[in-house]
Every structure is written in C-alpha cells, then in structure tokens.
C-alpha cells in the first residue's frame, strides 16, 4: 500500500538470496587472504590451511547455488535487477554527477531515481559481471587441469586475484553506501520494507509507479463492482 509508513520493496526469498551471496562473498574473500599476504599468515595458524582450502571451495559451491536457486526462490527480485541495469539513462548520469555533492552533506537537486538509483544499476552490473568472472576463472583453476591448456590456466590467477580484489573494493563502497549515507535502506534487507519517506525521496518515480498501478486496480475494481 502506497500510503502506509512502511512499503515493500524486496521479497523475504531476495533478502536471504543477497545475504548469502554477501556472506559467501566474505568468506571466500577471508579463506584466500593468507595466500596474498603473509599477514594473515595468522589464519593457516588458527584453521590450517587444509581447512581454508575446502572452506573456500565450500563457499565456492554455494556462491554458484545461491543464484541459481534464487531464481525459483527470488525470480522476482532476480528478473528485477537485470531489467534495471538496461535502463540505465540521462537522469542516471545527471545522479552520478551530482551525488558526491551528498556525500559531503550538501542537497543538490536530484532527478526522481527509480526502483534502483544509477549508482546502484552501476553496482548491479558490476557485481553481476564479477560473479561470472569469478565463477568461470575458479571453475577453470580448479577442474581445468588437463581440460585446458596451462598456459591459459595461469593466466586464471591473476584475473581471479584481480576480479576479487575489485571486487571487494566495490563491496565495501556499497556496505558504506548502504549503512553511513542511506541507513533506512537497510531495512529493505531485513523485512524487505522501507519508510515511506525514505522511498519517495530516494526512489520517486518507483513510488510514482506504485500509486499508478494502485490508481488503476481501484478504477478496475470500481468497474467490476458496477458491473456486479
Ligand atoms: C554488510 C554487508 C552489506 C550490507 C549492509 C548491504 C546492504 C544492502 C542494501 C540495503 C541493499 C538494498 C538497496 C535498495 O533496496 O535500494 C543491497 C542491495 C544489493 N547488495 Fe548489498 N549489502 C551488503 C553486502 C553485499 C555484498 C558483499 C554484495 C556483493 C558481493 C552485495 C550486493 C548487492 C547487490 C548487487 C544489491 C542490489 C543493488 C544495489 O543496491 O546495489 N551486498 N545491499
């Protein structure tokens, strides 16, 4: 309802969908650090490095489940994110020029954003691309011996260190994104509900949206009880 305090905006099937893929994300991120650097030489101490070598395949496994079960459990929400991405506009790039001016507390004048904003269709494409780089270079490295050639095999360690490393850079500006500048939004990934005020600030033409289809079913309700 597009009048109450709270509005739906991701369905319970998203959110544990976004949540596994970021706690997978963490943990293949911190079972692979000690291979890196030596500072966190500490955690083959604590683990052993057997146990970090299958966690990181465990998490692998899940990382490539998770979407694809999503898209039974979380259709919605999946189909939703890549519609987005190719409605990427003008009125995104006039938001991406004007958005440091709120990082650093000012209040330009913004277009109305949509379901998601253009920084976010920005991370959604990313985090996509990343996925199936990730996904492709580790299933390479670790069922490719003997299926491709090792010249190319090599060349999966860097583009995995490298995707990942970006990766992550990209992860922490969306966590600093979500719980510094935009804290209301993280109620979306816990019910699935924001403040209503929120949402028509930061996505008016998603609330326009919503109010026209709540125009139209009350017209066509009204036309079927005349009809009665
Ligand atoms: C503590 C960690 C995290 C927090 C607090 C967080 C928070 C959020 C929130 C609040 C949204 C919904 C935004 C909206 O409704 O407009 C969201 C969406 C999303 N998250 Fe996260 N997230 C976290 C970790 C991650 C990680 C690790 C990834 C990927 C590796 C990720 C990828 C995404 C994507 C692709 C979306 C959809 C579009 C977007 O808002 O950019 N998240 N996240």
Redesign the pocket.
Known sequence: MVNEKYVK??TKGFVYL?WI??IC??MLFLTALPLYADTFGFLYQIFGAKTLQYGHRFFAVLFVLNPIIGLITAREGIWR?FSEIFKFNGKDITFLIKFPLELIGKHPDMPKQGF?NG??RM??AF?LAAWAVLVVSGALLWFGDGFIDNSIRAWMIPVHSLCAAI?FAG?IG??YL??VVNPD??H??QDGT?KMDYASAH?GEWIEELEREEEHRDTQEGKEALEF
Do not use: D, K, P, T
């Open positions: 905006r991701h976004h893929n970021a994300f963490f994110m998601y920084g976010e991370n959604i985090q990766s992860a969306h966590i979500a719980v939004s993280v979306g990934m924001v996505h």
